[in-house]
């Protein structure tokens, strides 16, 4: 897929907080290495990763690696927040790979005809953090949480956060000091 085919749209580049990257981290295997195909070296989830001492690779389309055309030489599992405009492209390219993943997607996708046509000859996983997640300090209009496949120990796993990152709570990613 050529790089114009992403057409970035205002929601798509939203940088995920900590609180919304930890919970997958008891999930991965020390000994992997991960991929984190839509981030740089800034993102949460490379930089928890690292500070959790994951070995971690990292490719972002700003940096010349498009999702749909590139692969690392080798990798175990990949753990990212893709773009949301592409959800149906992206989850077939995770797919194609066999390998384990968990992804960051908003919950009402499962509501959209075509993606439970896709998931129903699937393995789906879900880690559903119980709050709604706000990815810029405001409260956040539907729930995010990870879709997994070959990564978690039950198909069907709650999570609870003390709080939803909005308000008092809110803590940016830091993403955000690549621009400030």
Request: glycine share 4%; charged share 20%; net charge negative.
């Amino acid at each position: 897929m050529p790089k114009e085919k992403f057409n970035y749209k205002i929601n798509d580049e939203l940088y995920t907080p900590k609180i919304l990257v930890e919970p997958i981290i008891k999930y991965l295997n020390p000994d992997w290495i991960i991929w984190c195909p839509f981030d740089k070296e800034n993102s949460e989830f490379v930089l928890i990763l690292k500070e959790n001492n994951f070995n971690v690779i990292y490719s972002h389309i700003d940096d010349g690696y498009d999702f749909f055309e590139y692969e690392p030489e080798y990798f175990d599992c990949i753990i990212s927040n893709p773009p949301y405009s592409l959800k149906l492209e992206i989850l077939k390219r995770l797919y194609s790979f066999k390998k384990p993943f968990g992804v960051i997607l908003g919950l009402p996708i499962l509501n959209y005809q075509i993606i439970g046509n896709f998931f129903i000859d699937k393995n789906l996983q879900l880690l559903i953090v119980d709050k709604k997640v706000s990815f810029n300090g405001n409260t956040a209009s539907f729930n995010s949480s990870y879709f997994c496949n070959k990564l978690l120990p039950n198909d069907l796993i709650f999570h609870h956060l003390e709080n939803n990152n909005s308000g008092k709570y809110y803590i940016a990613s830091r993403m955000y000091n690549l621009f400030f």
